[in-house]
């Protein structure tokens, strides 16, 4: 069996070691006999080994010749195969436990396995644990604990197959223990790419934790005598920055389900963390939904609630949630704030997010939160909006439900009614002296027509006027009966049928006039947008030299005049190198057009000047705005404009603006109002096509 391994490393001495120095160290390795039990007959031919060594080295010609050999390339020795046991023990104390424990595995499988019972295979058994052993604690050094667990595990199963050295195979299954946390660390902080491991250290620490109890540590288990809960706790937040924020929701779901409280607080944050940094504001439904069913000892969760209720922009509540809060001091700050309580609750989330939620994540890293991007992010305002609609729809059928419930009672009563009418005596009704006189009144009371009905859409008036029948005739119903009227039915019969037809007729008659107004406004609308476009359509230079002439005016207050973006085709920016002013027209271009067809007043076009992807985001937000039955009017004016930074295919530049948002719905009606002044953007241009292009813009800045 050749090894490798040369009579310098056997012996230990380097090559340039003198012929004293040679003798010393045989000497004390003679004297340093390995202890572990092996075989007199495999020490004996160790000693002889280290023998023949010394005589050839501290021979000058053998030496010589020896120096020789290796200086051609020849390496290793040969061993007879009653010195092969001893070789590897030399191996191994030459500082090589890796190549002595492969080597000597490998010697143990068939067709090298040796005889049952003799001293050459418990030699190799006992050889294999120590240098298992061995191999490990160098591997843990390197600070390589995946191999050194590798090593042991490989150790142990040798010893549980051959079924010898049970007290040795022990020791290495507690090394083993104590090294998976070193494990598992080691796999989760490799690269992401290496996924094989990854998901290996994801299982491993979760049956650890789930052995351990759960993060508590609830129960008694092997790791309890060298991972105490402190040192646990240490190790878990040295491990949690290498996990992924959807890795730890699933971790900590799992084990909140099974029954680890601090786990379903973990999932809380996580969830938060993933909601916020990913604008999935759906992800914070669920973390709310998690926080406000733990029973954590300690925990004041309101705050925490309020947060979530404040990122949904539901400000009432998440007042409500702070009020609430069982922390005095909180309550106190929040009373004795400078500014109003909405700023208050907003630094509190800003600073809860930054310091507990968005920490300890692979795939977040986050230096500060601006909670201004999250509100003003479109998917955010598009769920908020759905939300509320969402909410709006439940309190509609909720009282839709009242009035179904109401109306089939009023059903009922009037059934009852007709079939008292059926059965009235006609001669016992003393018409039509106190009756008409006091069903007027009746009616007066009970039966108002509000100018508010009349300002309602047609089809919501019908709607009115039936709601009313019904109520008329069940208060003339109750009428009768106070009266304790029976049997004459004709009279009531010709009364009902006349008040029906009358209040009919009346709703027939506003229903018309409403159409035929609706009809004219729209005819007159009409006509007055075709003799604006006929006269007084400007081009896009009419609109620059006009703010040129005027710049404290509105950019839409020129747009008020129905300018037709249609009737001028804007030309391309070809220039290599365009100048500010000439950027300036390009966006000012791109401000006028938007703001005329966000008011429905035009279409866009500005494919030569503007890239698709922003063309579709403005019609798509046109068509939100066309479904929500609302239209804006925008003035935006460029009170400065500075080149940021400019390469052959890319500008930015940053602008400051005035601008005025008001949001209008189809009946005229105005809704809300936003006024920024000045408003920071940052526009980036690319080139394309030989021509630049306005490609993005970004809003908001600080």
């Known amino acids: 069996m050749e090894l490798p391994l040369d009579h310098f490393r056997l012996i230990g001495v380097s090559p340039s070691a003198t012929s004293e ?56 020795l040969d061993f007879t195969s009653n010195r092969e046991v001893a070789g590897l023990m030399l191996l191994w104390e030459s500082g090589s436990p890796k190549e002595a424990f492969k080597i000597t595995r490998k010697a143990l499988q068939p067709p090298q396995t040796p005889a049952l019972g003799s001293s050459r295979e418990a ?8 240098t298992a052993r061995d191999s490990a604690i160098q591997e843990q050094q390197l600070r390589s604990y995946s191999n050194a667990a590798d090593f042991l595990q490989e150790g142990i199963q040798l010893l549980q197959r051959m079924g010898k050295l049970g007290d040795i195979r022990k020791e290495l299954e507690e090394d083993l223990v104590a090294l998976l946390p070193y494990r598992i660390l080691d796999l989760l902080s490799r690269d992401l790419n290496d996924q094989e491991s990854h998901k290996k250290g994801l299982n491993m620490l979760e049956n650890l934790i789930i052995k351990r109890g759960g993060l508590e540590g609830n129960n008694k288990s092997e790791y309890k005598d060298y991972l105490n809960q402190q040192e646990f ?50 992800k914070l439904f669920e973390a709310r939904r998690i926080l406000k069913k733990l029973n954590l000892s300690g925990l004041d969760s309101m705050p925490l609630v309020g947060c979530l209720d404040l990122l949904l922009a539901d400000i009432d509540q998440a007042s409500a949630r702070f009020s609430s809060s069982s922390d005095e001091n909180l309550r106190d700050w929040l009373n004795n704030y400078p500014g109003n309580k909405l700023e208050a609750i907003c630094i509190f989330c800003k600073n809860w997010l930054e310091n507990d939620v968005l920490v300890g994540y692979r795939d977040i890293d986050v230096k500060e939160v601006d909670l201004d991007s999250w509100f003003e992010d479109r998917e955010i305002q598009e769920f908020i909006e759905k939300l509320e609609k969402k909410s709006n729809k439940t309190a509609i059928r909720s009282n839709l439900q009242n009035q179904l419930t109401k109306k089939e009672s009023l059903i009922k009563t009037t059934e009852d009614f007709d079939d008292t009418l059926s059965n009235i005596d006609e001669r016992r009704l003393p018409w039509p ?15 108002e027509f509000n100018e508010e009905y009349f300002k309602k859409k047609p089809i919501e008036f019908y709607n009115f006027l039936i709601e009313k029948i019904a109520e008329l005739k069940f208060i003339f119903g109750e009428f009768l009966k106070e009266k304790e009227i029976i049997n004459r039915s004709s009279y009531l019969i010709y009364i009902y049928a006349f008040l029906i037809l009358f209040a009919f007729g009346i709703g027939i008659g506003f229903l018309r006039n409403n159409l035929k107004k609706s009809i004219q406004d729209e005819s ?33 207050s020129i747009s008020d005049k129905s300018i037709s973006i249609n009737s001028y085709e804007f030309k391309e920016l070809n220039t290599a190198s365009p100048s500010l002013e000439d950027i300036r027209n390009l966006i000012n271009g791109w401000l006028l057009s938007k703001s005329n067809y966000l008011a429905g007043k035009s279409e866009i076009n500005l494919s030569k000047i503007v890239s698709k992807g922003l063309i579709d985001r403005t019609i798509e937000e046109r068509q939100n705005d066309i479904k929500k039955g609302i239209y804006k009017k925008i003035n935006s004016q460029i009170l400065k404009i500075d080149l940021e930074s400019q390469t052959s295919s890319r500008i930015v530049v940053l602008v400051e603006l005035n601008y005025l948002e008001r949001i209008i719905n189809n009946s005229g009606e105005f809704v809300n109002e936003t006024s920024l002044n000045p408003l920071k953007v940052k526009y980036i241009l690319g080139f394309s096509n030989k021509s630049w292009k306005l490609v993005d813009f970004v809003s908001g800045l600080q």
Do not use: C, H, M
């Open 21 to 76: 120095e040679i003798l010393r160290s045989f000497q004390l390795r003679l004297d340093k006999t390995p202890d572990e039990g092996f075989t007199y007959e495999v020490l004996t031919q160790r000693s002889e080994l280290l023998r023949l060594t010394a005589d050839l080295l501290t021979d000058p010609e053998s030496r010589r010749e020896y120096e020789n050999l290796l200086s051609n390339g020849i390496s290793g």
């Open 123 to 130: 030699d190799l058994i006992l050889l294999a644990a120590l």
């Open 233 to 282: 706790e240490a190790f878990f937040q040295q491990i949690k920055p290498f996990l992924t924020v959807q890795e730890q929701i699933d971790l900590f779901l799992e084990l909140q389900k099974r029954g680890s409280l601090e786990a379903g607080f973990l999932a809380f944050l996580s969830l938060t963390a993933i909601g916020f940094t990913r604008r999935k504001p759906e």
């Open 433 to 447: 002296g106190g009756i008409k006189q006091n069903y007027e009144k009746v009616e007066t009371k009970e039966i």
């Open 524 to 556: 007159i609308a009409e006509k007055s947008l075709i003799a604006l476009d006929k006269n007084q359509k400007l081009t896009t230079t009419d609109i620059i030299q006009e703010i040129k002439k005027n710049p404290s005016s509105k950019l839409n």
